[in-house]
């Protein structure tokens, strides 16, 4: 059998053959579209430059997001999530579960993290020796925990995730914009091509302006190739607007993430304004640009104000108390709020009546509020 490293190059050597595939299809697009329609085949001059201009704005926005999707190297998790070494060694001496389970607890307590496995335990990646953080998964494929991981893209050959979503986004719209355009400007020549001269006797064929050429067959299979595509991106752009709109993961989709108080689907959902800009950014100046500008650092999210966690405290703030702690400018608490959570307390509360978690409060009456901490 061959060495194990050399069957990795091999299987990193195949996996660009998606890949390659797809750039071979656009450098013949190019031309075909240039060359054969624009130079050889339309006869008016003020047709092809509009058609021209359009095309390389396409092209060059579609090619750059492309570009970034597949050499943004996938985010993974910061060193403080990595077991220290005194932890690492008794974890690895450990063979009972439950040890293993008390020593990732007790380093995980320090962290920010507020999902767990489907039995409640602390998310721990034994290839990569970390702990996972929120929304982190470790891919196969790539050998390595992918920070808010979507999925593993052969088309790519990159993993899909923090890093790169934005840019995968607009890979999708870019190149469906792409693969419109060249159908709708393709079409009339299409239909030409396609109903002029099909008999064999020339005496009944109809005259026509285009040149009778090998431009033809480029004409023909350009507009099939590009109407094929439109079909198959059109369905997964839609699919990942969808995903973006409701703040998650093709994972998440899948799995919903579970929380210290059970699975919630809509766990990291902040609305629909505040979802977009999660992977998008704030300047929206900048959303139509491959550039990156999704908010946070891939570590930690914000999340909704959910059903009340039984590990974290209650903290009751009496209306006296808060007269007091103004005057003294600060609010006592029993434990500080997270980033998170301070970021969505500074525009608005999300509610939920199902879970009944609704804040309450009255001159007379005794405030509660129940929040998470990062413990």
Not at 87 to 111: D, G, M, N, T
Not at 120 to 125: E, F, T, V
Request: aromatic share 14%; net charge neutral; charged share 20%.
């Amino acid at each position: 059998m061959a060495p194990s490293h050399v069957l990795r190059c091999c299987q990193r050597g195949l996996a660009w053959i998606p890949v390659i595939f797809i750039a071979l299809v656009v450098c013949w697009s190019y031309y075909a579209y240039v060359v054969e329609l624009c130079i050889y085949t339309i006869p008016s001059t003020g047709e092809k430059i509009i058609y021209l201009v359009v095309f390389h704005l396409s092209f060059i926005m579609f090619v750059w997001s492309y570009w970034k999707t597949i050499f943004t190297r996938p985010a993974n998790p910061s060193k403080e999530f990595c077991l220290p070494k005194a932890e690492k060694e008794q974890y690895e001496k450990e063979e009972r579960p439950e040890a293993q389970q008390e020593i990732l607890k007790r380093v995980a307590s320090s962290l920010p993290l507020y999902t767990r496995t489907g039995a409640g335990a602390i998310r721990y990646c034994d290839r990569c020796q970390v702990i996972k953080p929120d929304r982190c998964h470790h891919c196969s494929a790539c050998d390595m925990c992918v920070l808010k991981m979507d999925h593993h893209c052969p088309w790519v050959n990159n993993c899909v995730g923090f890093s790169n979503y934005k840019f995968f986004i607009l890979f999708l719209a870019y190149s469906l914009i792409y693969c419109l355009f060249i159908a709708a400007t393709v079409l009339q020549y299409f239909i030409k091509f396609w109903t002029l001269c099909r008999r064999k006797s020339a005496e009944n064929c109809p005259k026509s302006d285009l040149p009778d050429s090998h431009a033809k067959f480029h004409v023909l299979f350009l507009f099939f190739v590009a109407a094929m595509f439109c079909i198959s991106i059109l369905s997964l752009f839609t699919y990942h607007l969808w995903l973006v709109g409701k703040n998650r993961s093709t994972i998440e989709a899948f799995r919903a993430p579970v929380f210290r108080n059970g699975p919630d689907k809509n766990g990291f959902s902040l609305g629909f304004t505040k979802n977009i800009a999660q992977v998008f950014g704030d300047q929206k100046k900048y959303w139509l640009l491959p550039v990156f500008t999704s908010q946070g650092d891939g570590l930690t999210f914000p999340t909704r104000l959910v059903a009340s966690d039984p590990e974290q405290p209650t903290v009751v703030l009496h209306p006296d108390t808060q007269s007091k702690s103004a005057e003294d400018g600060s609010i006592q608490q029993s434990s500080p709020l997270s980033e998170s959570q301070n970021r969505l307390l500074d525009n608005h509360v999300h509610t939920n009546e199902d879970q009944g978690n609704a804040l309450k409060s009255d001159e007379s009456e005794t405030i509660t509020i129940s929040m998470e901490s990062e413990s």
